[in-house]
């Protein structure tokens, strides 16, 4: 029974960044030999295995074979006599087939080092394509590090789409994909790959219907100020049909936040640059729940800029939700009890058009 070090942790320490979770594989075992050391087992497709001290998972190695359409039309084989070898040729890319011996010697039998230092994600053998996760993969690893798809792993990608594998992808899956590929330092790059190889439109429901190049410079731009997933999602809409943005939200089940933040970002980009009234502010203040979500109404703000919108509208419109929401809403309403939503109106009306000009 031997134990290796694999995939993500021996590709980022040969990155030189900062490795917080390590990966085992194990040969020669089996699963009673494994309970029988202590670890616990947690795996529900595959054998997998928490050490007892560290909690850090061990697999058996395995194989797999294709068996039905899509991601989990898989059979596993593990047995004491996979090898590492084998274990590590089931995976998607080079850079992730590698693995270190106890005693530190790399094992890199698919040339996963020399890809790293080329900057080039190549997959490791013609099972490639059993997978179409790995599509979204590619994609997420081209926005995590900037490297190239080698042309041939870009050819099969495209087959996969052609074959209609990426239709087999449930939508919890592909959001959690997207997602993680957002919130990298590069997102375009995952559009650009998914672009490349005809998955954008089957992935992003609604795709087809957006401006890609003002959608991507608003990520761009989200990126740059290291926003937070809901807000790097909402770039996406701001200023298109707040009906695609609902869509796209729903179909890939994203969260809430995310949902309601692109929905108001398609909804309300035109009025972001245009309320210039008092009343009209407290339209687009009402609009957006100003008041009793300000949080968001600031995360609102900070996406109208991404999409282009001007440093003085955002600074107009904050000015205004600051001066309204001063009103006593509760006093007015003791004034005026026969018309409590006109007179508080009409109070914040008055106290936007008294407040002082954004300096």
């Not at 070898?85 to 106890?102: C, F, G, Q, V, Y």
């Not at 929905?263 to 640059?273: H, T």
């Amino acid at each position: 029974m031997k134990r290796y070090v694999v995939g993500g942790a021996v590709r980022d320490e040969l990155l030189g960044l900062a490795v917080s979770d390590r990966d085992y594989v194990v040969v020669g075992a089996t699963p009673e030999a494994m309970t029988a050391l202590g670890y616990r087992p947690v795996g529900r497709d595959f054998p997998v295995f928490l050490h007892p001290q560290t909690h850090e998972e061990h697999a058996l190695a395995r194989t797999e074979r294709k068996t039905a359409r899509g991601y989990r039309g898989f059979e596993v084989h593990a047995a004491p006599d996979v090898t590492l070898e084998e274990d590590l040729a089931r995976r998607d890319l080079t850079i992730n087939a590698m693995a270190r011996d106890e005693d530190g010697t790399l094992i890199d039998p698919f040339g996963g080092k020399a890809d790293l230092q080329a900057g080039v994600l190549r997959h490791v053998s013609p099972a490639f394509v059993e997978d179409p996760v790995r599509i979204l993969r590619v994609a997420r690893f081209a926005a995590r590090f900037g490297f190239a798809v080698a042309a041939e792993t870009l050819a099969l990608m495209r087959a996969m789409v052609a074959a209609g594998e990426v239709d087999a992808l449930v939508p919890e899956r592909v959001w959690q994909e997207l997602a993680r590929g957002l919130e990298e330092r590069a997102p375009r790059r995952m559009f650009d790959v998914l672009a490349d190889c005809g998955a954008l439109p089957r992935v992003l429901p609604g795709w087809d219907a957006i401006d890609a190049a003002r959608a991507l410079r608003a990520l761009d731009a989200a990126a740059a100020d290291q926003a937070p997933l809901p807000l790097r999602w909402a770039a996406l809409f701001a200023g298109v049909d707040a009906s695609a943005a609902e869509v796209a939200s729903a179909r890939l089940r994203a969260s809430a936040e995310c949902r309601e933040l692109a929905v108001l970002a398609a909804a309300q980009r035109a009025a972001f640059d245009a309320a210039a009234t008092p009343p009209a502010l407290l339209e687009v203040l009402q609009a957006c729940d100003a008041f009793r979500r300000p949080e968001r109404f600031a995360d609102w703000l900070r996406v109208c800029g991404y999409d282009g919108g001007s440093a003085a509208s955002a600074d107009r419109l904050e000015q205004a939700r600051r001066a309204a929401a001063s009103v006593d809403a509760g006093a007015v309403a003791q004034r005026h009890p026969r018309d409590v939503p006109g007179a508080i109106r009409r109070a914040r009306i008055a106290a936007i058009a008294a407040a002082p000009a954004p300096t």
